[in-house]
């Protein structure tokens, strides 16, 4: 799963929507919208605005074998 569908996912869980994180971050919602559909890359600091504003973490962690795509790429 990549950063913007878990942030996607937890925006939905939280019923708050990407104009709501562009607001709580102080980002435009274009721009939030263009990250979460990947028109647009993450970088440190949204991937920081956007964790500290919705009171998320990003926790690094080893796969289970069974969770290595073929080539070698990280699930988030």
Known sequence: MSISDSIKNFLHAEKLTPSDLARMTGYTPQYIHEILS???R?????IQKTCEA????ISVTKR???EIGEKG???V
């Not at 993450?42 to 949204?46: A, I």
């Not at 919705?54 to 973490?57: K, R, W």
């Open 38 to 40: 990947g028109k647009k």
């Open 42 to 46: 993450w970088n440190e600091t949204t």
């Open 54 to 57: 919705l009171g998320l973490e």
């Open 64 to 66: 289970k074998e069974d």
């Open 73 to 75: 790429g990280v699930v």
